[in-house]
């Protein structure tokens, strides 16, 4: 029997919806089920785990420092506080890609699944799935996701700091300010970038006089004290060290051709016009659910939803400008995890196109896929040289690494030299070598001048990664030698390693220069 709707006393009865509108409303009605959420983040990790896995035979140049820091953990690095190096670590499975890749997605998955429930508390199950699946539309989350390193390490922190910090200042529960604290102090342990999140969640406790009240409450304090716990180690580290992870930070954003032409304008525009490139997909998804209408909710509520939404982005272009500072686009990968349901929050569509959704949905990951699997595969071609994900790691860590247990008799246990090839001569060898940063301490923290004396290093130097148009490499290391030899008398030369490989049917030979710095007990 049609169900019957009264409406002012009179009776309407609707007709049996067609089979095309009923497969509609039986999707629409999926939306209510969490399981449809959990769905759609378990696709996201499926194709964003298989594809670099598929298209790669190497790991990227951030994993393969991630790693090399990893194996030694400290509570800091030269470039970036501990949580990465020591999550890429326990992922870890030998010498295998898979289990870095995977961890990748398991890190954007799990701030994707902490956005889904801010805005399943936003805006209810329905709208926050349909907030997930726009997600998809920014770049950050899918095709510049794949190289698990120190921005993709504060993906998940990010996404529950914002969801504990919203459940914290509605109930006042002592426990999500204990996870906001939590959840921010592991965020700053990734990178130094996401202490611009608690900031601005500071900034608005002061600034907004109902959202002040919660200071007469233990749980902002209760947050502040976990946070500082957890930064501690790593502060004390940073002072025995000089504080190298912050000066590097300075360093990376400071400029040479800025402070010489001052076009700090510039500068400004070009970020702004990037991340407004990114979320231009997100938007477009999301209108096309149909015409929205601004939403009405208390102010403390619109307050706190832009604080979660723009203030982090407008405090770093604010901080960059006033410090006359390089603007890295990637620097604000993170913030837009929570975009969608926090647009809906503002915006909400009076009426559901789903379908029309979906489609363009499946076009949009459908592109990103495509373009993300064409440049791995048929990249190197169009360059005349391979990738670093292209790069034949594994026979070069397995030839070196048998070479110097053949000259030596001993295990190999330093590496030295150019980051990514001595990194990845690192991952791939059996022996699991530590790495020693272009031979300098400074880079290598965990290094002391007797440790190199006593276990010996391969030096390693790339000389291209295959390029065809190369001139022939030269006949061994002398060159790089020559400038160790005052610290390294024992330094050895020897003939360049040539390793013939091919990718996507392209013949290509990737050379490399390296020597031999003898182990205290063998003798030259």
């Not at 912050?246 to 010489?260: D, I, N, T, V």
């Not at 990037?274 to 209108?287: K, T």
Request: net charge positive; charged share 15%; aromatic share 12%.
């Amino acid at each position: 029997m049609p169900h019957r709707t009264r409406v002012c006393g009179i009776v309407l009865c609707p007709t049996t919806p067609a089979p095309m509108t009923a497969a509609r409303l039986s999707f629409a009605d999926s939306l209510e089920d969490p399981r449809t959420a959990l769905f759609v983040l378990m696709l996201h990790l499926l194709i964003w785990t298989a594809l670099p896995l598929l298209v790669s035979r190497n790991l990227p140049l951030d994993v393969v420092e991630a790693l090399a820091w990893g194996r030694e953990w400290q509570w800091g690095y030269y470039k970036h506080p501990p949580l990465s190096g020591w999550i890429a670590e326990m992922a870890r499975w030998g010498t295998s890609n898979w289990s870095l890749f995977l961890l990748a997605q398991v890190m954007v998955t799990a701030g994707l699944a902490g956005a889904w429930l801010l805005g399943k508390d936003l805006l209810g199950t329905r709208l926050a799935t349909l907030a997930l699946i726009a997600t998809e539309g920014v770049h950050y989350f899918n095709l510049s996701s794949t190289e698990f390193n120190a921005n993709v390490v504060m993906f998940p922190f990010w996404a529950w700091a914002s969801l504990s910090f919203w459940r914290a200042t509605q109930s006042g529960r002592l426990i999500w300010w204990l996870v906001l604290g939590l959840c921010c102090g592991l965020g700053t342990l990734g990178k130094y970038v996401f202490l611009l999140l608690p900031a601005c969640m500071f900034i608005y406790t002061l600034v907004h006089p109902a959202a002040r009240r919660c200071w007469a409450t233990a749980g902002p304090w209760a947050a502040a004290a976990v946070f500082a716990l957890i930064l501690a180690p790593h502060v004390s580290w940073a002072i025995d060290n000089d504080w190298a992870t912050l000066q590097y930070a300075l360093g990376r954003g400071h400029s040479e051709e800025l402070a010489r032409t001052g076009s700090w304008a510039q500068e400004f525009v070009h970020f702004v016009l990037a991340q407004s490139l990114v979320l231009l997909p997100l938007w477009a998804l999301l209108r096309s659910l149909g015409p929205a209408a601004a939403s009405s909710r208390p102010a403390e509520q619109r307050w706190l939803l832009f604080t979660l939404a723009l203030a982090p982005l407008l405090l770093i272009m604010t901080a960059a400008t006033l410090a006359q500072a390089k603007m890295l686009h990637m620097w604000a990968s993170p913030f837009f995890l929570c975009a969608a349901p926090l647009y809906l929050a503002w915006r909400q569509p009076r009426v559901l196109n789903t379908s029309r959704f979906i489609k363009a949905t499946l076009v949009w990951v459908t592109l990103t896929a495509l373009v993300f699997a064409i440049t791995a595969l048929w990249g190197p071609q169009k360059k005349h040289r391979l990738d670093r994900t292209s790069y034949p790691g594994r026979e070069i860590a397995q030839t070196l690494t048998a070479q110097w247990r053949a000259q030596t008799g001993q295990p190999l246990r330093i590496v030295a030299g150019e980051p990514f090839v001595s990194g990845t001569v690192a991952h791939y060898s059996d022996d699991r070598p530590t790495v020693f940063y272009d031979a300098d301490f400074s880079e290598s923290l965990w290094l002391q001048p007797e440790q190199v004396h006593r276990d010996g290093a391969l030096f390693v130097w790339p000389i291209g990664r295959g390029d065809t148009a190369m001139p022939p490499p030269p006949a061994d290391s002398r060159e790089q030698v020559q400038a160790l030899l005052a610290r390294y008398p024992n330094l050895q030369a020897r003939p360049t390693l040539l390793i013939h490989t091919s990718w996507m049917g392209k013949p290509y030979t990737v050379a490399v220069a390296w020597a031999v710095l003898p182990p205290a007990s063998v003798r030259p």
